[in-house]
């Protein structure tokens, strides 16, 4: 099943109504700045929260269901949060650069060759010194389906050569009942300048 089935089926686990945890933390400690990119923004919440901030924010998601969705909320909540249909293989087509990309839930669903095609996609649309926040599935989570699990040192190998790894450590992913929130990684990451 696609992506966008999943959004036509009705609300997906991950479509919790609002930003995960870590994204609100983030924001409250001025980690985020503009121009931002919410890779993989599903219904906008997160992007949503960030233009509630005050900050520029394009959402993109491969998904034409959420992408509307999220268009709806941007228009009845009256925020300029703008959305778009997009590849995160595929950044550069954006045309532009970032000053922090917010990847939440995106990172796991790639394979071994989609993850090289994303790091290098990413670091051609984040700015040198620029931030990138990544929240995956992490290895502790038991394996009863649903995304891949990431193991921290999976991590560093990804975007060792493109990022400086400032920090991987345990969190949680809030998730629609009856699921209980699922075991995570938060990665900080910043653009190397060359």
Known sequence: MTFDETYRGGTPPWDIGRPQTEVLRLLDEGRVTAPVLDLGCGTGETALACAARGLEVLGIDAAPTAVERALAKAESRRLPARFQLGDALHLGTLGRSFATVLDIGLFHTFDDPERALYVESLASVVRPGGHVYVECFSDAEPAWGGPRR??????SAAF??????????????????????????LVSLRRRSS
């Open 160 to 185: 060792g050569a493109r990022f400086e790894i400032l920090e991987v450590r345990p969190t949680k992913f809030d998730t629609r009942p009856p699921l209980e929130p699922a075991h995570a990684w």
């Open 150 to 155: 990431v193991r921290a040192d999976e991590v």
